[in-house]
């Protein structure tokens, strides 16, 4: 388990943030124009407020996965972040301290991401969840808090109701046990529970930065 779990979601939280800037953005397009395979680089995958739900077609899917796992900035920043404090942990010990040993613990975390985000795409398919981030269309500070935090287990279904978006806990589940395939001396069910604990925090963090990016975005560019 990782020592410092506050260390982690706040590497997390500035590494989300930094890949929003405007030069690491492509603007969300609205309404008729949206494309729900497409992503915010940095955000991911996001239903804006203002745009009508939807179910995703399979094809919609399978493209949205492919350009979230690897177009999105946030990923690489994500397996970046994670990997540079497990330099820092010697975790895994067998691993050497040297740049060969933090490729491998880089090599790992974007693997084990990848696995996670597989198994829940392909989960949330058969059971008709879906896997983008909606955005709150309520007002406040409090109200949407609450709807990020909520949204990290709870997703839309095919008939647009709110459901237990299990997919997405037994893909952080699943990626982080069968890791245990290249990580040497850990256990499968160990990892299993320790990683998704782990995953889930962290993508409460990403939920937030979903949320409130728009703004984070104005003002970031009001400032400069």
């Not at 972040?81 to 691993?95: C, K, L, M, N, Y």
């Not at 709807?147 to 990626?175: D, T």
């Not at 990892?191 to 990016?213: D, H, K, L, M, W």
Request: net charge positive; proline share 5%.
């Amino acid at each position: 388990m990782v020592r410092y779990p506050a260390t982690y979601l706040l590497a997390t939280f500035v590494s989300m943030t930094w890949a929003q800037s405007p030069a690491g953005q492509t603007a969300i397009p609205k309404n008729d124009a949206y494309d729900p395979a497409n992503i915010n680089y940095g955000f991911g995958g996001v239903l804006p407020k203002d745009v009508a739900f939807r179910p995703m077609s399979g094809r919609e899917r399978g493209r949205m996965f492919m350009n979230d796992e690897f177009k999105n900035l946030g990923g690489y920043m994500r397996a970046l972040g994670t990997s540079v404090i497990d330099q820092r942990q010697d975790r895994p010990e067998a691993w050497e301290q040297n740049a060969g040993g933090y490729a491998r613990r880089f090599g790992s975390r974007f693997g084990k991401f990848a696995v996670s985000s597989g198994i829940e795409h392909s989960t949330a398919y058969l059971l008709g969840h879906d896997p983008r981030y909606i955005r709150c269309r309520c007002e406040g500070f409090f109200p949407r808090f609450g709807h990020a935090l909520a949204y990290q287990v709870i997703s839309y279904n095919r008939e647009g109701q709110r459901v237990f978006y299990g997919s997405r806990l037994l893909g952080a589940f699943g990626g982080e046990a069968i890791s245990t395939a290249w990580l040497p001396g850990q256990k499968w069910y160990v990892e299993g529970y320790q990683g998704a604990i782990q995953q889930i925090s962290i993508g409460t963090a990403f939920n937030v930065v979903r949320e409130f990016g728009p703004e984070l975005k104005r003002k970031f560019r009001w400032k400069r």
